[in-house]
């Protein structure tokens, strides 16, 4: 009799556990950044769960200086994909720099992300920034969600995400100044952020 209460508690929790959690966005979602909370896979200023303060200004041809004085990588296109490795031990994807919060590979004007109707889908308001961390819930670039929302990486940053993880990598959504349509997700364990539409 025991086994069978078990086998039927455990079948209960299986089914509404999820639904729970989909249900409360807050049990998806840390308020603050936690540097500690996943192994980073960067290295030297990249991931390790940090988190920027904010978004990317408007992107413009700034100098060095402007930069923190660290050289901006020649982006260098291997078919659609563009490196952005500025330093030893940073990815090749864009990325931010944990040492002075410079957004690495942000551009103006790329027309592969000119859409004629943004928003198509409606405008995301879950939170933005540093106090709303999500966690990947599944799927995977075309289609992935967290706290019942759904998103899709751009066609043109398929190749930045081949190592992210589907199931669990922490994600901050930011607002691309930029590319109207288009927001910036951040993933606090890689260090590398591509842009994403938010399909509601």
Do not use: K
């Not at 639904?19 to 807050?26: C, D, E, S």
């Not at 590979?105 to 859409?115: I, N, T, V, Y």
Request: charged share 15%; aromatic share 12%; glycine share 14%.
């Amino acid at each position: 009799m025991r086994r069978i209460f078990a086998l039927c508690v455990g079948f209960l929790l299986l089914i509404f556990l999820p639904r729970l959690v989909q249900a409360n966005p807050a049990m998806g979602q840390n308020e603050g950044s936690h540097p500690q909370e996943h192994g980073g896979a960067g290295d030297h200023g990249v991931g390790h769960g940090y988190v920027p303060p904010h978004g990317p200004e408007t992107a413009t041809h700034a100098t060095p200086e402007e930069h923190g004085g660290q050289r901006q990588p020649e982006p260098s296109v291997h078919g659609d994909e563009h490196n952005y490795h500025d330093q030893p031990g940073h990815p090749a994807a864009p990325h931010v720099d944990a040492e002075n919060g410079h957004w690495v590979g942000h551009e103006a004007g790329d027309q592969r992300l000119h859409l004629d109707h943004p928003w198509h889908h409606g405008r995301f308001n879950g939170g933005f920034g540093p106090g709303h961390v999500y966690h990947l819930a599944g799927g995977g670039p075309n289609r992935f969600w967290f706290n019942n929302w759904y998103w899709s990486v751009a066609p043109v940053d398929l190749a930045y995400v081949s190592d992210w993880v589907w199931g669990s990598d922490p994600i901050v959504i930011y607002e691309d100044p930029d590319d109207p349509g288009w927001y910036l997700a951040y993933n606090s364990r890689t260090g590398t952020y591509v842009h994403v539409m938010y399909l509601g």
